[in-house]
């Protein structure tokens, strides 16, 4: 069975880092693409990073390109999230999710969500 | 950026009708690379539909999708009570990949 499970939340004040982790089970980690979103009740869901299986490739939104980190300890079956230079905008629920396969880009798995809160 | 526009923003239905949401995007999907998810309160997202149109494992096949191109479709047919939630789209052939507004599917 699948399990993602998120930790790291909480509430840090402007311009502080959150470092999120998600720890993966049920499945081989190092063959799977993996994403951090984000929900909150204004914007919807939003795509933040990912990071390819194979290659360990990372990707951005233009939002938190140069202050956010995507990255992983295969050993650890772990997926990790660097917040720096946190705003009031990135407040929102954060999930990680695994992506289905090399050729789909659908997140079959989701974890239930950590929350970072970003404020004075 | 493509914006997915799904309509309508609320959909007041009776358990054993039929849904129909709609998902419509700003230009074309490239190998319409597209999903469907639902969401109820206090839960994370959880994936129905794949390209459109591939039920994931152990979704029930009342759920079914369509479209191509800009314009897609998620059909639940004899809505159970469970069904009520929200309903989101999610392109992933162009990029940035983005997500639907959603659509609450409410008694």
């Known amino acids: 069975e699948v399990q993602l499970l998120e930790s790291g939340g909480g509430l840090v004040q402007p311009g502080e880092s959150l470092r999120l982790s998600c720890a993966a089970s049920?499945?081989?980690?190092?063959?799977?693409?993996m994403r951090w979103l984000r929900q909150t009740p204004g914007k919807g869901l939003e795509w933040v990073s990912s990071i390819s299986g194979r290659d360990g490739r990372t990707y951005y939104a233009d939002s938190v390109k140069g202050r956010f980190t995507i990255s992983r300890d295969i050993s650890k079956n772990t997926l990790y999230l660097q917040m720096n230079s946190l705003r009031a905008e990135d407040t929102a629920t954060y999930y990680c999710a695994k992506v289905l396969t090399a050729m789909s880009g659908a997140s079959d798995f989701w974890g239930q969500g950590t929350l970072v809160t970003v404020s004075s | 950026e493509t914006l997915l526009t799904q309509s309508p923003g609320t959909l007041s239905l009776s358990p054993g009708e039929r849904a129909t949401l709609s998902c419509r995007a700003s230009?074309?999907?490239?190998?319409?690379?597209l999903a469907w998810y639902q969401q109820k309160p206090g839960q994370a997202p959880r994936f129905l539909l794949d390209?459109?149109?591939s039920r994931a494992t152990g979704i029930p096949d009342r759920f079914s999708g369509s479209g191509s191109g800009t314009d897609f479709t998620l059909t639940i047919n004899r809505l159970e009570p469970e069904d009520f939630a929200v309903y989101y789209c999610h392109q992933y052939g162009n990029s940035p990949q983005t997500f639907g507004q959603g659509t609450k599917v409410e008694i």
């Open positions: 049920g499945f081989t980690f190092s063959d799977y693409a």
């Open positions: 230009q074309s999907i490239r190998n319409n690379y």
């Open positions: 390209g459109a149109s």
